[in-house]
């Protein structure tokens, strides 16, 4: 079993910034893939971003640019350097992690962007 805590939300005014981090602890034997999705309101949860061990990165369109995810591997934690933030960035943002083949996800964390 892996357990994941992240931290890091709150709120912020449009424009600013704020870092997420999400710390994977428990039976850890080799992650994969590590990412964040978000899931506002009446919407259904979408992907905001992922890495995978190698380093690889996908993201949203809506957050290239102004997004940057990392990692670091040593401690099993992955980071979402949020810039520029917008009203429509408001969201509970989960994090998640792959290991053979099984997804485990965070408890999530609110942000929330004030217009």
């Known amino acids: 079993q892996v357990q994941l805590v992240e931290s890091g939300g709150g709120l912020v005014q449009a424009g600013g910034s704020l870092r997420l981090s999400c710390a994977a602890s428990?039976?850890?034997?080799?992650?994969?893939?590590m990412g964040w999705s978000r899931q506002a309101p009446g919407k259904q949860r979408e992907l905001v971003a992922e890495?995978?061990?190698?380093?690889?990165?996908n993201y949203a369109d809506s957050v290239k640019g102004r997004f940057t995810i990392s990692r670091d591997n040593a401690k099993n934690t992955v980071y979402l350097q949020m810039n520029s933030l917008k009203p429509e960035d408001t969201a509970v943002y989960y994090c998640?992690?792959?290991?053979?083949?099984?997804?485990?996800w965070g408890q999530g964390t609110q942000v929330t962007v004030s217009s």
């Open positions: 998640n992690a792959m290991e053979y083949g099984f997804d485990y």
């Open positions: 428990g039976s850890i034997f080799s992650i994969d893939a």
């Open positions: 890495i995978t061990s190698g380093g690889s990165t």
